[in-house]
């Protein structure tokens, strides 16, 4: 994976890469890859800069896509709260089993 340079800008990076292009001429995009999508998006949207917990990538991946959904995404709020509050329900729905099965 090329590791993006913190002290370079999204743009900057795009212009260094559109000068070295080989077919100038052409309207497309060059592309990048899933590891640089990731890295800039997290150097953009993701405002933190650790994780505590000794976790692995792919766990930090996880937490960092949805700290930055639930940053900049009503859906995903919306989301969240809908199952939490189903969440909710099942337990208030656990509660009153136990408390018929102690009467």
């Known amino acids: 994976m090329n590791k993006i340079d913190e002290n370079v800008s999204y743009v ?3 212009k260094k890469r559109y000068e070295n292009r080989k077919d100038k001429d052409n309207i497309f995009p060059i592309g990048i890859s899933r590891e640089e999508f990731i890295d800039w998006i997290i ?4 405002d933190k800069d650790y ?3 000794p976790l692995g990538p792919t766990q930090c991946y996880e937490l960092i896509l949805e700290d930055i959904l639930y940053t900049h995404s009503k859906r995903f709020r919306k989301e969240m709260k809908e199952d939490n509050d189903e969440l909710k329900k099942e337990i ?3 509660l009153e089993l136990t408390r018929k099965q102690k009467k």
């Open 12 to 14: 900057e990076w795009q």
């Open 43 to 46: 150097e953009y949207l993701w």
């Open 51 to 53: 994780i505590v917990d």
């Open 92 to 94: 208030k729905k656990c």
